[in-house]
């Protein structure tokens, strides 16, 4: 099992900026990709970013791409995700996850999955 713990969402005006951080535990050794996903009040849940703990690579999707950073810290089994020039459609519910597979870009359901932080941007 791989336990995600998320925080750092909050209110924000827009424009600001906001990071979070998800600190990952247990068998993080089975799972290759950690991700960022949001949920906002009425839609689905979507895919925000991924990144592969061997190499770094990344992908976004293109209503962050440009704005959002997903970066890792491999010594820690921490992930973040900086959000700048936030907008208020990026208000959601924003989870963390972890998988075996970058298909989780399209629409593979990751293994595991964080509680979720609050993010709401004021206009």
């Known amino acids: 099992q791989v336990q995600l713990v998320e925080s750092g969402g909050g209110l924000v005006q827009a424009g600001g900026s906001l990071r979070l951080s998800c600190a990952a535990s247990g068998r993080t050794f089975s799972t290759l990709v950690m991700g960022w996903f949001r949920q906002a009040p009425g839609k689905k849940r979507e895919f925000v970013a991924v990144?592969?703990?061997?190499?770094?690579?990344?992908y976004y999707a293109d209503s962050v791409k440009g704005r959002f950073t997903i970066s890792s810290d491999n010594a820690k089994n921490t992930v973040y995700l900086q959000m700048n020039s936030l907008k208020p459609e990026d208000t959601a519910v924003y989870y963390c996850a972890a998988d075996r597979s970058r298909a989780i870009v399209v629409g593979r359901e990751p293994d595991y999955w964080g509680q979720g932080t609050q993010v709401t941007v004021s206009s």
């Open positions: 990144i592969s703990w061997r190499g770094g690579s990344t």
